[in-house]
């Protein structure tokens, strides 16, 4: 009897349920900073949402330090974690990060895919994005573009997350 390859194994929308936490998107700091809301949506290739990925994000404080460990939490300061929405929304409520190009790191889990996609968003005039030595490699390409959150508002800022096709969000490796 020959052996049959099978199919690996993905992750289904079932990985929610062992990583919610409650209020995962009322980022904290143990300093005060200017607050600010970042929205958006995940989109698939074809453009249609996807409503069972999940967002993290994690920052330096609005000092520009790496954050340090909340007393008595199990969730550090500096993190978030949310679901999206059955429409691909999600909404991350944070302080501004501190430094000369203010960003986010954000990690993407999603059905279908085996490890999580690592990826940046940049709450800074484009312009400063191209000039961030992180992304010399790509800072010519029309892509950076992918990384910027547009400003919504005073304390607002838009930024969609498109997983593969045109307009896909510039990636990292880990």
Sequence with gaps: MAAQRTPSQTIGPF??????????????FSEPG??????????????APVGDAMVE?????PAGKPPAPAAGSARPHGFGRVETAKDGTFRIETAMPGGDCPYV?????ARGL?????????LAAEDRVRADPALKAIAASPRVKT???????AH?????????GEGETVFFSA
């Design 15 to 28: 990985f929610h349920e062992a990583l919610r936490w409650k209020d995962g998107g009322n980022v904290t």
């Design 34 to 47: 200017r607050r600010i809301v970042i929205t958006g949506r995940v989109l698939d290739g074809a453009g």
């Design 57 to 61: 994000t994690w920052q330096l404080s």
């Design 105 to 109: 790191d954000v990690s993407l889990f």
């Design 114 to 122: 085996l490890k999580a996609l690592r990826t940046r968003v940049y």
């Design 147 to 153: 990384l910027v959150a547009a400003a919504a508002g």
């Design 156 to 164: 607002e800022y838009r930024w969609d997350v498109r997983l593969q």
